[in-house]
Structure formats: structure tokens, C-alpha cells
């Protein structure tokens, strides 16, 4: 047995292997290797079959893969020269404008990042099988069994080669590894920036094992480029200036037209992607990268001399693979060239966000809003006694007139039930059909502790249903003294809270009279908005264009709604090219709904102690108003 160290600092192994935890990017490195050998065919004049076969064998906490060429082969000693750690066996280490082996550690790399593995080589009917393994006290070595043999049959049989070609084989134990489904392996290929020209090129399968067999095959991977149109190109020429010599490179920069795309990652499709010869070097947007503008643009630059260059020593990779490294000269003068032509293109863009008439959240931001929207409009009721009756209702009523109607169209008997324990009682929902409509469906939510039992359980009731029944009755009854819950029931604009405690001394008897009488209903008109019903203050919120004199939020009054102006220069910063409010910024919507809201609270209650127009009063009532909900607002966005 011919069992050697790797020839190079262990420790620096160790550090970039665990860089390489990861299947994807192990496929890549060995995926391009085969790309590099297909090519080296084809420039000395062979026709090759550019295929490619992986296989993926799953398991619970590890997976079998292996990578399949049918290109050159390598004869024994230089199958065992590859072992050597940083050298460049690729394209470019024979000067030539091509490869991505830019550092000879790729395939080092993607194995004992992943665990162990083998390298089997067909080159003229010889077959060298190298393993490469981690010894007890934690070396990386490998094994060359001293020797190569003849290939048989059976030999190319099982590997799938049947003339010369690679196959490199990864036992996949890492604890570090994620271990993939295989459809989403799939559709991570094939979206890799790294593979799509490479893609385009070859035939790459990916075949599902089970226990050694087939279970199913993928056909062709390749990427599917979204519905687009043309911007600039296809293949611009372009030139840039660097170390005193023109420098040709193309352009193509397209516009996808309703596919979303991904801005980041491996996965990105979004921005430029970046080709010298066979490789992909890069994939960005150069001075416009991370900026607004960009979201639905896409597209390839092409330049000869960064390999070239790369081949020359110059460095244009940064050491980790991580892209083009832009303090290279020859970068940064296709930067510029590159970012001059896109310019007006993603300004474009960028002026169509500024005059934006709609924006939305994602699911999750619009449910923290609405929550925070539930929460102050039970603030403007119960604690202002703030009340929207219908708007056919309020344009009847005098001027200066508290509006409110004879019929309720959401009202709880009481909002307070102080029960005793173990004593069972009603909670009853006073309904007006005609008011609220036929098709009208009650929203109950229940915040219910945990020795609180209610019958029918709380959900959606349509008001149709209720036929004849002006009202919904449920049964509750509570364990011992502490236990509390509330009930919040909406129906389109319309809001009725009540609360439950249940307490030790409370009263075992209560009356509720499920009307008013009309005498104490007047009362109630003269004195005291009805604490539990009306249509809500803040009814909903709405990304609007308001222009640019506007104020970043407004209230509606006749919407009942928060507008957000998306012509706001600090609104926009947050407003992808999709429309999107990006969820980094729910501090701002915080800032400004709970400027709004405390706005309108504070203006209320001004005019209600008759100070209207009063500033040092508003400001006041303002300040108490976000010294006592600011938290709260804030929680809603922070909590969820």
C-alpha cells in the first residue's frame, strides 16, 4: 500500500476544506474539472460527447455522490500529481484562456470537505484508482495503490466510461454538510451561476440512488432563463483602458418581465454574470451592485483578458473563490467601462420606483401591521372613546354632533364580564345583518387563558347563517380566580371587544339586556361614544405615491387608512424594484405608523377638550401618546 501525506501544511487544508461543507459547491469544483477536460479536447480537434452522469445516493445523516466524465482520462502519474495542493492543473496552468482551476485545490477540496472519497481514471485502457482519506491522528492522506491495471469491461460497466474519462467518488460524513433532497441538488445546479455557461455546453445528468439502484434520473439539468427583453446587446462591443492598451469586452443586458428573480447567492439571477474563456468568474452588477433598480435586470459580460491576465499571475480572483476581486486594476477599469453603459438603464428603473404608486409587504410584515392596526383601534375605543359610525350615518348627523345610530351593528351586551369561578355564563354578540350585509363574515379571535373553556369554539361565522338570530351566544366558564381572556369579533370596518375576568368575589348573578333602552341609548349619544362598536379608526395602511411635498405617512380620513408616500426619499431606500418593502426596515414602518397614529390620537383628544389648533397642547398629548403605545408599536414589529 502506497499511503502518503498530502505534499502541503495540513492546517491549510483543514481551513479550506471547511469552506467546502457543502454539496453544491463540491459539484461545482468537480463538474468544471470534467468542463476543463472536455475542452482541452476540443482544442486539440476532438469531437467529445460533453457528458456528464452524477449520482446521488441519500441517506439520513449522510449521502454517497459521484461525478462521471467520459473526457481525458489520466495516466497514473499524473493522476498522482494532481494530489499536489496548489498547483494549477487546468487550462491555465498551460496558459491557455479557459478553466476554473485557478488555484489546484478544487478537488482536494470538495472531498475532504465533505469527508473521504476516491478518484477512479480510465487513460488508455488503464485504470488508477487514488484514495484520499483522513488518518487516526486526523492527517489527510492518500493512497495510490503503487500501481495502475489494465481496465476491464466490468471496470468501464461500472463507472460508465467507455473509452477514457474520470469518475471521482465523495463519501459524504461531515457533520457540517446539509445534506440535500435530491430535487432541490437539482434545481440548486441547476440555477448555479458557476454552471450555466458550463450547462449550456454539456450534457449533465443527476441520477437518485436508493440502496444502489435507480429511482429516478433527471434528465438534461440546465438553466431556464426568465421571459425577458433585450436592454443593450445581444453581445455589445465595448472597450475599456487598462495599463495602456484597449481592451475588448461584450454586453448583454435584458429585463425580465415578470419573473421575480433571486439577488444573491450562488443562486442569483439577478445581475451580470461574468465569463473569460470557459469560465464563470463572477456575477454582480459592478458599481451598481446592492443598489435599487436592479432587481429585474439580468444578463452576461464577457471579457478575454481576465484569464489571460489570471494565467499571467495577476490577481484578478480573490483567494476564496469569492468573485472578481475589485482592487485589481484590470477589474476596476471593466468596472467603470461596464457600470457607464448599464447606467441609464438601471436609473430607468430607478425613476419608475420614485414615482411607485403601489407597494406591498411580505406575508409576514402585513400580518405585524394588522396586528398593531387590531391593537390601536381597541386603543381608540376604549381609551378615547373614539367611535366611526357608518358613513351614510355620520354625513346625517349636525355639525359638531357625536354621530351614532338606534341599531348597533357589532356590539358584546357588556364589554366586561367579572364572573365567579366554576360558574358558567354567556357571552353574547348583538348582529344588525342589514348593516354589516348578507355576505358578511364575523372574524372572531379568542386570547383565552388556559382555564378558560368556551363553547362553540371561536372561528369564521358567516352572517348569513345567524337566519333569524340577531346575535351569537357562547358558553364560558372559568377554573379558579386569575384566569382572562378577550374576544375581538370584526366585520369589515366594524370592531366589538369584551374582556373576561374571573375573579374569587365576583358577583354568581348578572343581568345583560341584550338592547338598549332607547332613554339610556340617547344618554349614551349625549355623553359617551359606545365603547365597543363603530367602524375602526385605522382600517388598514396602503404603500400610495403621494409626491414628493407629501409627508413620508399620512392619514386618510375618508379611507380610515395610514398612507405610506413611496415618493419619500427614505421610503424608497426600502422599496425593492418589485414593489417590495423589504422586511430590514420594519423599524421604519414602526417610526412611521406610530408617528400617525399618535398624530390622530393626539388631535382627538385636543378637539374633544375643546383646545383645536392649540400646538404646545398637541404636541403634549402627542408626546404622552408614544410614551405610552411607542413600546407597543414597536413590539408588533419586532415580536411578530
Given at each position: 500500500?502506497?499511503?502518503?501525506?498530502?505534499?502541503?501544511?495540513?492546517?491549510?487544508?483543514?481551513?479550506?476544506?471547511?469552506?467546502?461543507?457543502?454539496?453544491?459547491?463540491?459539484?461545482?469544483?468537480?463538474?468544471?474539472?470534467a468542463?476543463?477536460?472536455?475542452?482541452?479536447?476540443e482544442?486539440?480537434?476532438?469531437?467529445?460527447t460533453?457528458?456528464?452522469?452524477?449520482?446521488?445516493?441519500?441517506?439520513?445523516?449522510?449521502?454517497?455522490?459521484?461525478?462521471?466524465?467520459?473526457?481525458?482520462?489520466?495516466?497514473?502519474?499524473?493522476?498522482?500529481?494532481?494530489?499536489?495542493?496548489?498547483?494549477?492543473?487546468?487550462?491555465?496552468?498551460?496558459g491557455?484562456?479557459?478553466?476554473?482551476?485557478?488555484?489546484?485545490?478544487?478537488?482536494?477540496?470538495?472531498?475532504?470537505?465533505?469527508?473521504?472519497?476516491?478518484?477512479?481514471?480510465?487513460?488508455?485502457?488503464?485504470l488508477?484508482?487514488?484514495?484520499?482519506?483522513?488518518?487516526?491522528?486526523?492527517?489527510?492522506?492518500?493512497?495510490?495503490?503503487?500501481?495502475?491495471?489494465?481496465?476491464?469491461?466490468?471496470?468501464?460497466?461500472?463507472?460508465?466510461?467507455?473509452?477514457?474519462?474520470?469518475?471521482?467518488?465523495?463519501v459524504?460524513?461531515?457533520?457540517?454538510?446539509?445534506?440535500?433532497?435530491?430535487?432541490a441538488?437539482?434545481?440548486?445546479?441547476?440555477?448555479?451561476?458557476?454552471?450555466?455557461?458550463?450547462?449550456?455546453r454539456?450534457?449533465?445528468?443527476?441520477?437518485?440512488?436508493?440502496?444502489g439502484?435507480?429511482?429516478?434520473?433527471?434528465?438534461?439539468?440546465?438553466?431556464?432563463?426568465?421571459?425577458?427583453?433585450?436592454?443593450?446587446?445581444?453581445?455589445?462591443?465595448?472597450?475599456?483602458?487598462?495599463?495602456?492598451?484597449?481592451?475588448?469586452?461584450?454586453?448583454?443586458?435584458?429585463?425580465?418581465?415578470?419573473a421575480?428573480?433571486?439577488?444573491?447567492?450562488?443562486?442569483?439571477?439577478?445581475?451580470?454574470?461574468?465569463?473569460?474563456?470557459?469560465?464563470?468568474?463572477?456575477?454582480?452588477?459592478?458599481?451598481?451592485?446592492?443598489?435599487?433598480?436592479?432587481?429585474?435586470?439580468?444578463?452576461?459580460?464577457?471579457?478575454?483578458?481576465l484569464?489571460?491576465?489570471?494565467?499571467?499571475?495577476?490577481?484578478?480572483?480573490?483567494?476564496?473563490?469569492?468573485?472578481?476581486?475589485?482592487k485589481?486594476?484590470?477589474?476596476?477599469?471593466?468596472?467603470?467601462?461596464?457600470?457607464?453603459?448599464?447606467?441609464?438603464?438601471?436609473?430607468?428603473?430607478?425613476?419608475k420606483?420614485?414615482?411607485?404608486?403601489?407597494?406591498?409587504?411580505?406575508?409576514?410584515?402585513?400580518?405585524?401591521?394588522?396586528?398593531?392596526?387590531?391593537?390601536?383601534?381597541l386603543?381608540?375605543?376604549?381609551?378615547?372613546?373614539?367611535?366611526?359610525?357608518?358613513?351614510?350615518?355620520?354625513?346625517?348627523?349636525?355639525?359638531?354632533?357625536?354621530?351614532?345610530?338606534?341599531?348597533?351593528?357589532?356590539?358584546?351586551?357588556t364589554?366586561?364580564?367579572?364572573?365567579?369561578?366554576?360558574?358558567?355564563?354567556?357571552?353574547?354578540?348583538?348582529?344588525?345583518?342589514?348593516?354589516?350585509?348578507?355576505?358578511?363574515?364575523?372574524?372572531?379571535?379568542?386570547?383565552?387563558?388556559?382555564?378558560?373553556?368556551?363553547?362553540?369554539?371561536?372561528g369564521?361565522?358567516?352572517?348569513?347563517?345567524?337566519?333569524?338570530e340577531?346575535?351569537?351566544?357562547?358558553?364560558?366558564?372559568?377554573?379558579?380566580?386569575?384566569e382572562?381572556?378577550?374576544?375581538?369579533?370584526?366585520?369589515?370596518?366594524?370592531?366589538?371587544?369584551?374582556?373576561?375576568?374571573?375573579?374569587?368575589?365576583?358577583?354568581?348573578?348578572?343581568?345583560?339586556?341584550?338592547?338598549?333602552?332607547a332613554?339610556?341609548?340617547?344618554?349614551?349619544?349625549?355623553?359617551?361614544?359606545?365603547?365597543?362598536?363603530?367602524?375602526?379608526?385605522?382600517?388598514?395602511?396602503?404603500?400610495?405615491?403621494?409626491?414628493?411635498?407629501?409627508?413620508?405617512?399620512?392619514?386618510?380620513?375618508?379611507?380610515?387608512?395610514?398612507?405610506?408616500?413611496?415618493?419619500?426619499?427614505?421610503?424608497?431606500?426600502?422599496?425593492?424594484?418589485?414593489?417590495?418593502?423589504?422586511?430590514?426596515?420594519?423599524?421604519?414602518?414602526?417610526?412611521?405608523?406610530?408617528?400617525?397614529?399618535?398624530?390622530?390620537?393626539?388631535?382627538?383628544?385636543?378637539?374633544?377638550?375643546?383646545?383645536?389648533?392649540?400646538?404646545?397642547?398637541?404636541?403634549?398629548?402627542?408626546?404622552?401618546?408614544?410614551?405610552?403605545?411607542?413600546?407597543?408599536?414597536?413590539?408588533?414589529?419586532?415580536a411578530?
Amino acid at each position: 500500500m502506497a499511503v502518503n501525506a498530502i505534499p502541503v501544511d495540513q492546517r491549510v487544508i483543514d481551513i479550506d476544506s471547511r469552506r467546502f461543507a457543502s454539496i453544491e459547491k463540491a459539484l461545482v469544483e468537480l463538474i468544471t474539472n470534467a468542463d476543463d477536460s472536455y475542452a482541452r479536447l476540443e482544442r486539440a480537434g476532438v469531437a467529445p460527447t460533453g457528458r456528464m452522469r452524477v449520482q446521488y445516493e441519500r441517506h439520513r445523516h449522510g449521502a454517497l455522490l459521484t461525478v462521471a466524465d467520459q473526457a481525458e482520462g489520466l495516466p497514473f502519474d499524473k493522476a498522482c500529481a494532481i494530489l499536489s495542493y496548489g498547483g494549477a492543473h487546468s487550462l491555465l496552468a498551460q496558459g491557455m484562456a479557459g478553466g476554473r482551476g485557478y488555484f489546484g485545490r478544487g478537488l482536494k477540496q470538495a472531498i475532504f470537505g465533505l469527508g473521504s472519497g476516491w478518484l477512479e481514471t480510465i487513460h488508455d485502457g488503464r485504470l488508477a484508482r487514488i484514495e484520499l482519506f483522513r488518518g487516526e491522528d486526523g492527517a489527510y492522506l492518500y493512497d495510490d495503490g503503487g500501481h495502475d491495471r489494465e481496465a476491464t469491461d466490468a471496470d468501464r460497466e461500472r463507472l460508465g466510461i467507455p473509452a477514457n474519462g474520470t469518475r471521482v467518488a465523495i463519501v459524504v460524513d461531515s457533520p457540517q454538510a446539509s445534506i440535500s433532497q435530491f430535487g432541490a441538488l437539482v434545481h440548486a445546479l441547476a440555477n448555479n451561476i458557476y454552471l450555466r455557461d458550463v450547462l449550456a455546453r454539456r450534457h449533465v445528468e443527476v441520477v437518485h440512488l436508493k440502496d444502489g439502484i435507480e429511482v429516478e434520473r433527471s434528465g438534461r439539468v440546465q438553466f431556464e432563463e426568465p421571459p425577458s427583453i433585450v436592454l443593450l446587446g445581444p453581445e455589445l462591443r465595448g472597450q475599456f483602458q487598462h495599463d495602456h492598451q484597449s481592451w475588448p469586452f461584450t454586453l448583454t443586458l435584458k429585463r425580465a418581465l415578470d419573473a421575480e428573480l433571486t439577488p444573491r447567492g450562488d443562486e442569483r439571477t439577478s445581475g451580470l454574470l461574468v465569463l473569460s474563456g470557459t469560465a464563470v468568474l463572477d456575477c454582480q452588477f459592478f458599481d451598481y451592485e446592492n443598489q435599487v433598480g436592479t432587481e429585474y435586470l439580468f444578463g452576461t459580460v464577457r471579457c478575454p483578458a481576465l484569464v489571460e491576465r489570471l494565467a499571467e499571475g495577476e490577481a484578478v480572483i480573490s483567494d476564496e473563490r469569492a468573485g472578481l476581486n475589485p482592487k485589481a486594476p484590470i477589474v476596476a477599469a471593466l468596472s467603470r467601462a461596464v457600470s457607464r453603459l448599464i447606467s441609464p438603464h438601471v436609473q430607468a428603473e430607478q425613476d419608475k420606483l420614485r414615482h411607485l404608486e403601489r407597494a406591498t409587504t411580505s406575508g409576514r410584515t402585513a400580518h405585524m401591521i394588522e396586528h398593531l392596526l387590531e391593537r390601536m383601534n381597541l386603543a381608540a375605543i376604549h381609551d378615547f372613546g373614539i367611535v366611526h359610525p357608518p358613513a351614510a350615518v355620520a354625513t346625517q348627523a349636525a355639525p359638531g354632533a357625536a354621530a351614532a345610530t338606534e341599531s348597533v351593528p357589532l356590539r358584546f351586551t357588556t364589554p366586561f364580564y367579572y364572573r365567579k369561578p366554576d360558574h358558567g355564563f354567556h357571552v353574547r354578540l348583538l348582529v344588525d345583518p342589514q348593516q354589516l350585509g348578507a355576505d358578511a363574515v364575523l372574524s372572531v379571535d379568542a386570547t383565552l387563558s388556559a382555564g378558560l373553556d368556551i363553547e362553540p369554539p371561536p372561528g369564521p361565522i358567516a352572517v348569513a347563517a345567524l337566519g333569524g338570530e340577531r346575535q351569537v351566544t357562547w358558553s364560558v366558564r372559568g377554573a379558579a380566580p386569575g384566569e382572562r381572556g378577550e374576544l375581538v369579533v370584526r366585520a369589515g370596518g366594524y370592531i366589538a371587544w369584551c374582556e373576561i375576568v374571573i375573579a374569587e368575589h365576583a358577583s354568581g348573578h348578572a343581568h345583560h339586556p341584550t338592547t338598549l333602552h332607547a332613554a339610556a341609548a340617547g344618554h349614551a349619544r349625549r355623553h359617551h361614544a359606545p365603547r365597543d362598536h363603530g367602524e375602526a379608526m385605522f382600517s388598514g395602511y396602503a404603500f400610495r405615491y403621494l409626491g414628493k411635498e407629501a409627508d413620508r405617512a399620512v392619514y386618510s380620513p375618508e379611507e380610515r387608512r395610514i398612507l405610506i408616500n413611496t415618493a419619500a426619499p427614505t421610503v424608497q431606500l426600502y422599496v425593492d424594484g418589485r414593489g417590495n418593502f423589504r422586511d430590514s426596515a420594519r423599524l421604519l414602518l414602526a417610526e412611521l405608523f406610530l408617528d400617525v397614529i399618535a398624530d390622530e390620537l393626539a388631535r382627538y383628544r385636543i378637539g374633544r377638550a375643546g383646545r383645536a389648533g392649540d400646538v404646545e397642547a398637541f404636541l403634549a398629548a402627542k408626546r404622552e401618546i408614544v410614551c405610552r403605545y411607542g413600546s407597543d408599536v414597536h413590539l408588533s414589529f419586532m415580536a411578530g
